[in-house]
């Protein structure tokens, strides 16, 4: 149990377009997700928490406008990488906290982003 | 804000061997969790202990949170435990965010 899956796994995009990546808890239900961002051999860094029905809630230095997070439903939130630029290049981990039980989160797979 | 320390940042160990972590936060916490980061990027839960002692198998971890600190023990280390470990704590009051530490590498060579 407690898995969550992301897509897609790899992406390459041209500078200036916009890429969305899918977060969903498969067999459980997550009022509360969050992503994460890992630079190489650097650990996780958090960028936004996610609340179903309600606006994201950013770390202090990430752009909300550059950075779109939508969590529609219990089980999906999306992320999408707005004009993206080659500094926007990294490794992107989502999330999910169970609605019902401890604070455990579990991790999706990650989603490498390399942009051109 | 918090800091999570982890130590040592690199290890190498020979296939066999046994290994402690150590993960050192510097305010009171009410959540955390150690996690192994396979070579593939999957962040793997191991277990979640903000107090106590458990154990899986060859894994077994200890969290001391009057002293701020939780070690994670690996024996008879095999080569598919190489990756990086890290612990995350959530801070008393900090509400559901996750805090992670500086990370472990290991490396267990046959």
């Known amino acids: 149990g407690a898995v969550v899956s992301q897509h897609p796994s790899r992406v390459i995009c041209k500078s200036g377009t916009s890429v969305k990546i899918e977060c969903r808890s498969l067999d459980f239900q997550a009022t509360t997700m969050f992503w994460y961002r890992q630079f190489p051999k650097k650990s996780l860094m958090l960028m936004a928490t996610?609340?179903?029905?309600?606006?994201?809630?950013?770390e202090q230095g990430v752009e909300k406008d550059k950075f779109l997070i939508n969590h529609a439903s219990l089980t999906l939130s999306t992320l999408t990488v707005t004009s993206a630029h080659p500094e926007d290049s990294s490794f992107y981990i989502c999330?999910?906290?169970?609605?019902?039980?401890?604070?455990?989160?579990?991790f999706g797979p990650g989603t490498r982003l390399t942009v051109t | 804000g918090i800091q999570v320390e982890q130590s040592p940042p690199d290890l190498i160990l020979q296939e066999g061997a046994n290994s402690t972590l150590r993960c050192n936060f510097s305010d009171s916490v009410n959540n955390l969790q150690w996690f192994h980061q396979n070579p593939w990027g999957q962040l793997i839960n191991l277990f979640y202990?903000?107090?106590g002692t458990k154990q899986n198998g060859r894994l077994s971890a200890t969290t001391v949170a009057t002293e701020r600190y939780s070690l994670l023990y690996i024996s008879s280390s095999q080569t598919t435990d190489s990756g990086v470990y890290f612990c995350a704590v959530i801070l008393t009051g900090g509400g559901n965010k996750l805090t992670f530490g500086t990370g472990t590498q290991l490396k267990v060579e046959l």
């Open positions: 202990i903000p107090s």
């Open positions: 999330s999910a906290r169970p609605r019902d039980g401890p604070y455990e989160q579990y």
């Open positions: 996610s609340n179903e029905g309600s606006k994201a809630t950013y």
